[in-house]
C-alpha cells in the first residue's frame, strides 16, 4: 500500500510540475485553453462535493457559476466596487443562494432532489436573460476588471496583463481547491459527507445531522461554482447569460463522471480529457457535444467508474498478490 | 426508575395500525426480547423509537426526558442506538473507516478546524481512531479491520453493525434480527458478544426470531400480534402462555428447535 501511496504522490507533483512549465513553452492559444480547463475543474470540484463525495446529484452548479460572475460582473462594472472586495462578496453571495436553496431543496431525495436543481438552473437561466437593467439581457456585461496587481512583500508586484499571467491565477485558485477539497474530505466532517453517499438512514442512526451536513456541502459547492464563475468573468472580461445555461451544469457532471467521482484527481482527467479531445481534434462546436455525449456513454457502460477507477483496477491487478487481502484500493 | 417507558404508543399507516397502544418498559440493565409473527410492528417499533417514523399516538420517555418526535440523530445522542434488519454498513469503507463514522457523531469539530487541520481537529481524530480500534477489538474482527466491509462474510457484516453502533456509545441497544442468515455456531458467538454488551453496562433491546437465542438470553420477552402487546414476561411464562402458543409460538413447541 506504501507504494501505491508514494507514486500517486510523485504523480501529483508530476502533474504541478507539467502545469507549471508546460504553457509558457506551448504558448498562445493552448494557454487559454488550459485557463479554460483549470476554471472548469474547478466547477468539477465544485460537483464533486456535493455529488461525488456527499452523493446528491445536482444539475443546478452551471447556475452558481453564472451567479458568481454575473454578481462579480455588476459589483465591478456598474458598482465600481475594487477587484478583490467583489471577488469576495460575489463568492458570499453565490454561497449564501446556495445555502438559501439548499435548506428545501435537501430536503427531497434521489430524482426530486436533481429535479429541483435543474429548474433552479433554469429559473436563473431565465433571470438573467429578463432583468436586462441589472444584467444587461442578452448582451451581457463588458468590461469586467482583470485581477488588480498583487503587491510582493520584497517590493515589486504580481500583474495579471498577459494570458499566461491570468493562467497562472486561476490555476492557483484550482490548487487551493484542492487542497481545500482534500483537507476537508480526510477530515472527520469529511468522512461523514462520504458516508451520507454510501447510506443516509444508516448515518442518521448514528447520531449524524444529515441534513445540516448535506446543507453545509451544497453550500461549499455553491461557493466554488461562484469561485469559478468569478475567474471566468475576470478572464473573458465579457459575460453572457449562456455561461448559466443549464446543460453547462450538465457538462460538468459528465467531465465528472468520466474522471471518476468521489475522487481527487477525477476531477481534472474528466475535465482534461473531455475539453481538450474535441479541441485536438479541431471539430465544429455542435460535434463537440457528440462526440463528448459518446464518451460519457462509453465511460457509462465499460467503466462507471471514471478513469480513476480504472487505473486503481489496473493497480490492483498489477499488484494483486500485495493488495488481494485488503481489496480494491480507493481513489 | 425505567430507563426506557413507552405509553399509549400507536402508529397507523392509513386505517392499518401497525402498532396500537403498546405500554411497556426496559429497566437499566436489562435484555428485553420482543418476539412475534411477521408484522406483528416489530420493526415499525424500533422505527418509533428510534425517531424514523413519527407516532400517531403515545409517549417515549427515555433516560428521563420525553423523546417522542425528535428526529434520529438526536435521539442516537442521548444515547439510544439501533441496528437495521438488512444489515447496514457502508459497504464500500474499510471496518475502521465504518466504525470511526460510528464514532464521528461525537466530534464537535467545525468546518473551519477541519480544513486546517488545528491541533484539536488532529486530536478528535486521533481519539476517533484510537476508540474505533478499541470497538472492533471488542467485536473481535481486529483482524479484518482494514478489509473493505463489502467482503467481510455475513456474520462479520453483524458484528460490523452492532461495532457501528456501539461506537455512539449508547446505554440502550436496539438489535433488530441480528441472528438473521447466520448458522448456529455463529450464533453462539453473537450471544456471547451481547452477553458481554450488557456487562458493560449497556441495556439490550432484541426483536429475534431464532428462539433458542431469545428464550435463552432474554431477562424478559414481549410479545407483539398485530401491532398489540399480548404477553410480557420472563421466556419460562411466555413460554407457557396460551395466547402466545396460539399466535407464534405453536411451531416453536412442536419442533423445539
Known amino acids: 500500500m506504501k507504494n501505491l501511496f508514494s507514486s500517486k504522490t510523485k504523480a501529483w507533483f508530476l502533474a504541478l510540475a507539467l502545469a507549471v512549465a508546460v504553457p509558457p513553452v506551448v504558448g498562445g492559444y493552448l494557454v487559454s485553453i488550459l485557463t479554460l480547463i483549470c476554471i472548469w475543474s474547478i466547477m468539477c470540484f465544485s460537483i464533486n462535493i456535493i455529488y461525488g463525495y456527499t452523493g446528491q446529484l445536482s444539475l443546478g452548479q452551471a447556475a452558481f457559476f453564472g451567479i458568481g460572475a454575473y454578481a462579480f460582473g455588476i459589483l465591478t462594472v456598474k458598482l465600481h466596487m475594487g477587484f478583490w472586495p467583489a471577488f469576495l462578496a460575489a463568492v458570499v453571495i453565490t454561497g449564501l443562494i446556495g445555502f438559501l436553496i439548499g435548506i428545501p431543496a435537501l430536503k427531497l431525495r434521489g430524482p426530486y432532489f436533481i429535479l429541483v436543481t435543474l429548474g433552479f438552473s433554469v429559473i436563473i437561466g431565465v433571470v438573467l436573460v429578463a432583468w436586462v437593467d441589472l444584467t444587461g439581457g442578452a448582451n451581457g456585461l463588458a468590461g469586467i476588471p482583470r485581477p488588480n496587481p498583487v503587491p510582493l512583500p520584497w517590493g515589486g508586484q504580481l500583474s495579471f496583463d498577459s494570458l499566461l499571467s491570468i493562467y497562472y491565477f486561476v490555476l492557483f485558485f484550482l490548487l487551493i481547491i484542492m487542497i481545500f477539497t482534500n483537507s476537508l474530505i480526510s477530515s472527520l466532517l469529511g468522512k461523514t459527507l462520504v458516508a451520507i ?43 453572457s447569460p449562456e455561461i448559466a445555461y443549464f446543460a453547462k451544469g450538465m457538462d460538468v457532471v459528465a467531465y465528472l463522471i468520466v474522471g471518476g467521482a468521489g475522487t481527487m484527481a477525477g476531477p481534472i482527467l474528466g475535465t482534461l480529457v473531455l475539453m481538450a479531445v474535441p479541441e485536438l481534434l479541431q471539430v465544429v462546436p455542435s460535434l463537440k457535444t457528440l462526440i463528448n455525449g459518446i464518451i460519457l456513454m462509453l465511460f457509462l457502460v465499460f467503466l462507471p467508474s471514471g478513469i480513476t477507477g480504472g487505473v486503481d483496477t489496473l493497480w490492483v491487478k498489477i499488484f494483486r498478490s500485495r493488495i488481494s487481502q485488503h481489496g480494491p484500493a480507493q481513489g | 426508575m425505567a430507563l426506557l417507558k413507552v405509553s399509549g404508543l400507536t402508529k397507523r399507516f392509513g386505517g392499518l395500525a401497525a402498532v396500537e397502544d403498546l405500554d411497556f418498559s426496559i429497566q437499566g440493565g436489562e435484555l428485553l426480547s420482543i418476539i ?12 418509533l423509537l428510534t425517531g424514523f417514523y413519527r407516532p400517531t399516538s403515545g409517549r417515549i420517555i427515555f433516560n428521563n426526558a420525553d423523546i417522542t418526535g425528535l428526529k434520529p440523530y438526536r435521539i442516537t445522542r442521548r444515547g439510544m442506538v439501533r441496528t437495521f434488519q438488512m444489515t447496514h454498513i457502508f459497504q464500500n469503507g474499510t471496518v475502521l473507516d465504518n466504525v470511526i463514522i460510528g464514532r464521528a457523531s461525537h466530534s464537535r469539530i467545525g468546518l473551519l478546524e477541519s480544513i486546517l487541520g488545528t491541533p484539536s481537529a488532529r486530536r478528535e481524530k486521533k481519539k476517533a481512531i484510537e476508540k474505533a480500534r478499541e470497538i472492533i477489538s471488542f467485536v473481535g474482527l481486529e483482524d479484518q479491520k482494514d478489509k473493505t466491509a463489502h467482503y467481510l462474510t455475513e456474520e462479520a457484516r453483524k ?16 438489535l433488530d434480527e441480528p441472528a438473521a442468515g447466520i448458522n448456529l455456531e455463529e450464533m453462539g458467538g453473537l450471544m456471547e458478544l451481547i452477553d458481554r454488551i450488557r456487562k458493560i453496562g449497556i441495556s439490550v433491546c432484541l426483536i429475534e426470531h431464532r428462539m433458542r437465542m431469545v428464550m435463552s438470553i432474554s431477562d424478559r420477552i414481549i410479545v407483539l400480534n398485530y401491532g398489540r402487546n399480548i404477553a410480557d414476561g420472563t421466556p419460562e411464562e411466555v413460554a407457557n402462555n396460551e395466547d402466545v402458543i396460539k399466535a407464534y409460538l405453536g411451531g416453536y413447541r412442536a419442533a423445539q428447535c
Open chain 1, 197 to 239: 453517499s454510501y447510506n443516509e438512514t444508516l448515518t442518521e442512526s448514528l447520531g449524524i445531522n444529515t441534513m445540516s451536513r448535506k446543507i453545509l456541502s451544497f453550500t461549499i459547492s455553491a461557493v466554488l461554482a461562484g469561485i469559478a464563475g468569478v475567474l471566468y468573468g475576470s478572464y473573458n472580461v465579457v459575460i
Open chain 2, 36 to 47: 412475534g409473527p411477521n408484522g406483528a410492528g416489530k420493526t415499525t417499533l424500533f422505527n
Open chain 2, 159 to 174: 458484528r460490523l453493525s452492532i461495532a457501528l453502533a456501539l461506537a455512539t456509545e449508547p446505554k440502550l441497544l436496539l
